[in-house]
């Protein structure tokens, strides 16, 4: 029997009462460890799916960081890995410095996020409100279209947050 969860995930651009109810109760940061997902309460959150051997990822990965780290008390990143192994995700998020959240690469959530956004290739960036609610799904071009200061304001603003 399918869960709850797993049929609102199937169910597009759903209205979710929180962000919990999209990507669980718990995260993990670059070390490993447990965060709860209350923890981007307030803040505009780009998920990430990406990876280590994806040459575009490498590329891109830097400008999601700078940009995140810009605005991390307006902005959240979670990391939707698509690498092969959980040590393979770890190690990605240290190399390249992403101070931010993932989705346990041992979670059914990973697929069922790419599956509810129709991620075809990565990285792909969606930018979603804290309470789950899409604002686009075209991040990374939306950050590569203009300055990606000029992405974020835009996302803050259709969050309806202050900027």
């Known amino acids: 029997m399918k869960t709850l969860l797993s049929l609102l995930l199937l169910i597009p651009f759903t209205t979710y009462a929180s962000l919990e109810e999209l990507v669980g109760p718990e995260l993990i940061n670059a070390a490993g460890e447990k965060v709860p997902t209350s923890s981007l309460a307030g803040k505009v959150v780009g998920l990430y799916f990406s990876a280590e051997w994806c040459p ?6 830097p400008e ?5 780290d810009s605005a991390a008390d307006k902005f959240e990143v979670v990391f939707v890995s ?8 770890q190690k990605y998020m240290k190399d390249y410095k992403m101070n931010w959240l993932a989705v346990p690469h041992d979670s059914p959530l990973r697929e069922q996020l790419q599956q509810k956004y129709d991620i075809q290739g990565i990285p792909s960036l969606v930018i979603i409100d804290d309470q789950g609610n899409l604002i686009t799904n075209e991040g990374r071009s ?3 279209d203009a300055d990606p200061a000029g992405a974020l304001s835009k996302w803050i603003s259709a969050a309806g947050k202050a900027n």
């Open 82 to 89: 698509s690498d092969r192994s959980p040590e393979a995700q």
């Open 64 to 68: 999601l960081v700078k940009l995140r």
């Open 142 to 144: 939306e950050m590569s």
């Open 56 to 61: 575009p990822c490498k590329a891109f990965t």
